[in-house]
Every structure is written in structure tokens, then in C-alpha cells.
């Protein structure tokens, strides 16, 4: 880090490749910062910058946008605290994936949405219990899931509330899933709202839940190696492909036991990326192994994704999905939020799956982060330090 005798701009991070799916730029160049925005993007910036961060060799992107994780910390026994898990790995907006629910929501704004740096949104919990406990499936009573709370707390919360959840494992929903599926979608549909489906170890395969579906709902988990998942041998599933044409979204969600190296790498080469690409962090799994967003950009690289359709999947494509694009998240455009990461590749590293299997790659680390301008003090990788 450096200080110019004649600055124009209070920063300027430097030399590093540009990366920026939402316009397009992918090139070395500067980003300089003034204040909260961004105050030029190109060549040549730095001899201006009071303060100057050399990025030679790493990659300058949109600060990166965690559609799924779970940070109700305090309430829910899944809940991971949200500036260490995310905004200090890089991450500066993210959306809560159905930890609250109706009756827990206040509880979710004050603590969660108002006590954290970052921007967060929710997708609400169909059942109004929320996931307090992973051990008590919050839909074995089929009363939990009450419409009018629902539609109640979306209508007052709409700067939160971007779509609602339902976990659909047997252990979840017991043997009603297609009532609960069907009522669930109702409420989505007078809400105007997105629904965000849970799969894995659902009753029955995958296609009987897929038909129910609407353009803009989420199915979550979209390389589980539980039962029921998208593929059949090698191939996705025909049906899949079809919800996919039809505008149904698949999002990674890694968690503690929904991402399968099997299935992602089958999946990739058979050309099928998620719309989103998560973490599915949760108290559970931020010390491994999931560790946070980066560490699940690192590993579908790793399997063949492409970067720069990795970085999209992180950024431009949650923020448009959870009605963030309108604040500036998810890009880099001069007169827009300061927000972005810095991404430096590290050697070789072992990274896990979430059935225990591993493969050794390089790992992308968030070396700077900046939040409305503002550096951000990072935290070190929590998985092993080297192979």
C-alpha cells in the first residue's frame, strides 16, 4: 500500500485484472474510490490515489452477493454470525434463506437486518417457526404454515422480504409435501414473490416436485448427492432442463451435506451451471466444510466452471434476483457504492465436499475488501493452510 503527494482520489486499487460480469469488462485496469463511490475505472489511476493497493495478479470484482446462508445468529442454533462468516470473507449483501419465519421475523429485522454492516434480505420461512432447530422439522405440523402471517409480514417488510422457503425432505414435511408444496406457492403467487424449494431426500423423484413450479422459484441444492437429484448416470434429468427452459433457477447451495463433487462435476460437464451460486452457510458449516462463498467459488472452478460465469453467479445475478441491482450491489459503475473484493489466488489446498470426499486445488482468497469505500478487516481461511 502506497500514498500519492498529489491525490485526486482518496483510493485507488491497482493494476489488478478487472472483472465485471454486469458490463462486461474483464481487463487489467484501476478502480478509484472517493468517499462510498466509485470514482473511475481505467488505466493509469494510481499516480492519484491518496492511498494506492497494488492488485498485480489478483482479480478486482463486484463485492460478492450470498444468495443462501443462514445468520439468524442468537435466535436459531443455525444461525452463523453474519460479518464474520460473510462481509469479512468478501461478502457485502446477503440473503437469509428461510432461518425466520412469521413469528420470528421482528426478532430476525432487529437482530440480523439492522444489526449488521452488510445489506440483508430474507426469504421467509413458509412455516412461521423458521428453523430454530435442525433436529424438529418446522412443517410436521402442517398448521405452522399460516398464509395470513406470511403474507402479513411480507407486505409490511418488502425492503426484507424478497421470496419465502420451504424445505422439502421427508423429514421436514412428512407425507404431505404436495399439499404443503401446492399452498406454498399460493401464498408466493398473491405475494407476488419468489418461492425457494429445498431438495434432497424428498419423497418422490425429483420431476413430480419440478411440475409445480413457476418461472423465478428457486430450487436450492442443485448438486445434492441425496436421493433425488438432478441427474440420471451422466445426464441432467430431461425434466430439469425442461423447469430450466421455463425459467425455474437452481442455485449450488453447498451446506453441510448438499454438495456432492460427483454430481457438480457430472452436472458442469454436461453444461449445467447453477443460476446461483452459494454457500448455504450456517453455524453448522462456516468451520468446514463450507468456510464461506469464496471457498464455493473455488471448488465448481475447480470442477470446471468458468470464472467468470462463477463470479456472475455470485454477484450481478443474486443481486438482480433479490431487487439489490437497484441499490448498486453486484457491480462496478462510476458513481455507484464502493463496494468490492479483491480475490487473490493461493496454492493448492485440500477442500472437502459435503460427504467427506476431497480434491486439491487452488483456492481464491479475498485479500481486500471495501464496503461503501471503506476497508474492511478480514479474516484468515478457516480451513487447512496447505495440501
Given amino acids: 500500500m502506497t500514498v500519492s503527494n498529489h491525490p485526486q482520489y482518496d483510493l485507488v486499487l491497482a493494476a489488478g485484472t478487472v472483472l465485471d460480469p454486469a458490463s462486461g469488462l474483464n481487463q487489467r ?28 495478479g489478483s482479480l478486482v470484482v463486484p463485492g460478492l452477493v450470498e444468495g ?39 426478532a430476525f429485522r432487529k437482530l440480523t437486518v439492522e444489526g449488521n454492516q452488510m445489506r440483508v434480505v430474507n426469504f421467509l420461512n413458509v412455516s412461521v417457526l423458521g428453523l430454530i432447530d435442525f433436529r424438529f422439522g418446522e412443517l410436521l405440523n402442517p398448521d405452522t404454515l399460516n398464509v395470513e402471517d406470511a403474507l402479513a409480514t411480507a407486505e409490511a417488510n ?10 422439502l425432505s421427508e423429514d421436514v414435511v412428512g407425507p404431505r409435501w404436495r399439499t404443503l408444496l401446492k399452498k406454498s406457492i399460493d401464498l408466493a403467487e ?10 434432497g431426500e424428498t419423497e418422490e423423484p425429483l420431476p413430480a416436485v419440478l ?6 422459484d428457486i430450487v436450492a441444492h442443485c448438486y445434492t448427492g441425496k436421493p433425488h437429484g438432478i441427474l440420471d448416470g451422466d445426464r441432467v434429468l430431461p425434466e430439469v432442463m425442461e423447469a430450466r427452459e421455463r425459467g425455474v433457477l437452481f442455485d449450488s447451495a453447498h451446506g ?64 438482480e434476483l433479490l431487487g439489490l441491482a437497484g441499490e448498486g450491489y453486484g457491480r462496478l459503475v462510476v458513481g455507484g457504492p464502493a463496494h468490492v473484493t479483491v480475490l487473490t489466488e493461493t ?31 478480514t479474516t484468515p481461511w478457516r480451513g487447512a493452510a496447505s495440501a
Fill in 29 to 56: 485496469c484501476d478502480v478509484a474510490v472517493s468517499g462510498e463511490q466509485i470514482a473511475a475505472i481505467g488505466p493509469d489511476l494510481a499516480s492519484h490515489g491518496a492511498t494506492v493497493v497494488d492488485c498485480a
Fill in 68 to 106: 443462501h446462508s443462514h445468520i439468524f445468529q442468537h435466535v436459531s442454533k443455525v444461525g452463523a454470525p453474519a460479518d464474520e462468516a460473510h462481509l469479512r470473507r468478501g461478502v457485502v449483501a446477503v440473503a437469509d434463506a428461510g432461518t425466520a419465519g412469521a413469528s420470528t421475523f421482528d
Fill in 158 to 167: 418488502p425492503d426484507v422480504v424478497r421470496g419465502f422457503k420451504i424445505r
Fill in 190 to 199: 398473491q405475494a407476488g414473490l419468489p418461492l425457494m424449494m429445498h431438495i
Fill in 211 to 216: 411440475e409445480y413450479l413457476r418461472p423465478g
Fill in 256 to 319: 453441510r451435506s448438499n454438495l456432492s463433487f460427483e454430481v457438480a462435476r457430472r452436472a458442469i460437464a454436461d453444461g449445467f451451471l447453477p443460476d446461483l451460486l452459494s454457500s448455504d452457510t450456517s453455524a453448522r458449516n462456516w468451520h468446514g466444510p463450507v468456510f464461506d462463498l469464496t471457498t464455493s467459488i473455488s471448488k465448481l472452478l475447480a470442477l470446471g466452471a468458468p470464472l467468470e460465469e462463477c463470479i456472475r453467479r455470485a454477484t450481478v445475478v443474486p443481486a
Fill in 347 to 377: 496454492a493448492e489446498v485440500v477442500l472437502p465436499d459435503a460427504s467427506g470426499n476431497q480434491i486439491t486445488a487452488p483456492r481464491l482468497e479475498p485479500t481486500t475488501v471495501l464496503h461503501r469505500g471503506a476497508f474492511v478487516e
